[in-house]
């Protein structure tokens, strides 16, 4: 990462008034941020009713909803309804949800990590945003490619309030000043070409196609294999951490697709997701696939379409795809 090029995320914003849409841009990230203060402290001060507890809710990936994830969609839209944005889409509901008026339409997952909330472990928001257009559906507008994000990034909430962000011309990544409350740019990101690291659930490995499983045992063998060099490990288990780690020093993530039924498409969804974070990454000049081609040409099916997600290092993102050629 290179030295700050500019001091707060208000500049930064202002710096946009010029562009198509840029002031709703501008107007819709200073609200998700508002959101996200909010989001931090309540995590801080652990004043969700027992962040621990599991209600009885499912969302629409099946999964069981926590109160924190209830606050933060809740939260996230009360700031969609505050800025030019008519659609918001988010993890925690299952259908696009109407959020007043204006050009954008917001794709959110408005708190990833869950299954780490209870353990103190770094979690975080991932949102994406576009043009909303004049569809009669508003699912319609959720199929869009991920080339057509206008903007995207990622909150994480742990010892910092940190945020993530791209317009499309660079990765800036912005820090939480308390005292002032206000976010302060701290880095524009690169992301190394040639990975040190890997970043995998490698419980699934039984159900992994046969590319996956070659390709992480050559990671294994390290200088003794393919490879003719060692990798370390890692895996928070948080997208955002997991993410934010590959953006500072390089690596590799992948969650593939694998055997068994409910992972046919991977574990992450394309939309609010996989799709941001690979715009953040490629702004860094990094590189993101489905495993195998660019996932930011591929037009996602629906809100919470799911897709095989592997992001981070060029090099080593090129690798994994000559492995999984044949899958
Ligand atoms: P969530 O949005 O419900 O928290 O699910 C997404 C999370 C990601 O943060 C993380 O990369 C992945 O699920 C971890 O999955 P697993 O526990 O299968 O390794
Ligand atoms: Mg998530």
């Known amino acids: 990462m290179s030295a700050p090029a500019m001091q707060s995320l208000a500049a930064h914003l202002d710096a946009l008034a010029a562009k198509p849409l840029g002031p709703e841009l501008a107007r819709t990230v200073a609200a998700l941020t508002r959101a996200a203060v909010t989001v931090h402290a309540t995590i801080r001060a652990g004043t969700v009713p027992d962040l621990t507890a599991t209600d009885t809710a499912a969302n629409a990936s099946g999964e069981t909803q926590k109160p924190l994830d209830v606050f933060a969609d809740e939260t996230f839209l009360a700031a ?3 800025a030019p944005v008519s659609v918001y889409g988010s993890e925690e509901q299952e259908l696009p949800v109407p959020s007043g008026d204006g050009p954008l339409a917001m794709a959110i997952d408005p708190l990833d990590g869950s299954s780490n909330i209870e353990t103190n472990i770094a979690v975080g928001t991932i949102f994406s945003l576009f043009a909303a257009g004049d569809a009669p ?12 994000q206008l903007a995207a990034g990622f909150f994480i909430y742990g010892a910092q309030l940190l945020l993530v962000l791209t ?97 046919a498409r991977g574990r992450l ?19 993101a696939t489905d495993t195998r081609r660019r996932l930011l040409d591929l037009p996602p099916t629906t809100l919470h379409a799911k897709v095989p997600l592997a992001f981070g290092s060029r090099d080593e993102v090129e690798v994994l795809a000559t492995y999984m050629q044949g899958e």
């Not at 559906?137 to 869009?144: I, K, L, T």
């Not at 294994?220 to 500072?248: C, H, K, N, T, W």
């Not at 969804?269 to 590189?287: K, S, V």
């Open 80 to 82: 969609a309804r505050t």
């Open 269 to 287: 969804r394309q939309l609010y997701e996989a799709n941001p974070i690979a715009f953040c990454i490629e702004q860094a000049g990094g590189a």
């Open 137 to 148: 559906d508003p699912a319609e507008v959720f199929r869009r490619s991920g080339t057509e």
């Open 167 to 263: 317009f499309g011309a660079g990765t800036d990544v912005f820090i939480h000043d308390p005292q002032a409350d206000e976010f302060r740019h701290h880095a524009r990101c690169t992301i190394p070409a040639r990975a040190g690291e890997y970043s995998v659930n490698a419980a699934n490995r039984r159900h992994w196609p046969t590319g996956m499983l070659a390709y992480v045992d050559g990671l294994e063998q390290g200088a003794e294999g393919p490879r003719q060099r060692d990798f370390g490990m890692r895996y928070a288990g948080s997208l955002v951490a997991d993410g934010y780690r590959i953006l500072q020093r390089g690596g590799i993530f992948i969650y593939p697709a694998d055997a068994r039924k409910a992972y």
